[in-house]
């Protein structure tokens, strides 16, 4: 019973170069969130997802981009990393977000950006 | 805008009784999560109030007050295990959780 699972765990990157992070989760949720936790703040979200083919932005969405080409998929890029993206990234997944079913967890990437 | 609030840390001895308080402000209210996180861990869920009261699962409860934009967790019988910290988050409106910057809870033997 995987739940949500995230990869890489962590990454060093230097400003101005891309990457994607991968979220999966074999629960067959429909909706998925990336957030982003860095010291002192609550989780912001990014951008999230309602279904198979749909993405919507969250409070932090600049600099990202995301796709969900598949329902168990959800996909973090960066285009052009910044120092101020160097955070803790976690994707969470839920299947009804009106109910009391709560957001279920990966256990994050660490990403550094020089 | 939105906001919650909770106390950035707390220190506890074991065996004794926390409560941790949260206090929101959000546009609109359909839920209240508390959430644990150990340190470099995903968080995971607690527990979960929509209606006036407390909810009591084992060492750990959680109260909610609506009219008062107020909720806390209490824990029980502190066990060092316990230490974490734990994140309030109020879904609203939109559906979408708007989140606390957790309380750090410390044990002490």
């Known amino acids: 019973n995987a739940g949500v699972t995230q990869t890489p765990k962590f990454r060093v990157l230097k400003t101005g170069q891309s990457m994607t992070l991968l979220c999966a989760q074999d629960?067959?949720?429909?909706?998925m969130y990336w957030y982003r936790q860095d010291p002192g703040m609550g989780l912001r979200l990014i951008h999230y997802s309602v279904g198979e083919g749909t993405t919507a932005k969250g409070e932090v969405p600049d600099g990202y981009n995301v796709s969900r080409l598949k329902k168990q998929n959800f996909l973090l890029g960066l285009e052009s990393a910044a120092p101020s993206q160097t955070s803790v990234y976690f994707c969470a997944s839920t299947s009804l977000p009106d109910s009391n079913q709560p957001q279920h967890f990966g256990d994050g990437t660490r990403l550094s950006i020089l | 805008g939105q906001n919650i609030d909770q106390p950035t840390e707390m220190t506890a001895t074991e065996g004794a009784i926390v409560q941790i308080n949260c206090t929101y402000q959000t546009s609109g209210f359909n839920g209240l999560f508390w959430y644990q996180q150990h340190a470099g861990e995903a968080p995971t869920f607690l527990s979960y109030?929509?209606l006036d009261g407390l909810e009591e699962k084992g060492r750990f409860s959680s109260f909610l007050s609506r009219s008062k934009g107020y909720s806390y967790l209490l824990l029980k019988e502190l066990q060092m295990k316990d230490s974490a910290s734990y994140l309030c988050?109020?879904?609203?409106?939109?559906?979408?959780?708007?989140w606390g910057a957790g309380t750090k809870l410390i044990i002490k033997p």
């Open positions: 988050a109020v879904k609203n409106s939109n559906y979408q959780l708007i």
């Open positions: 109030n929509v």
């Open positions: 629960m067959n949720h429909e909706y």
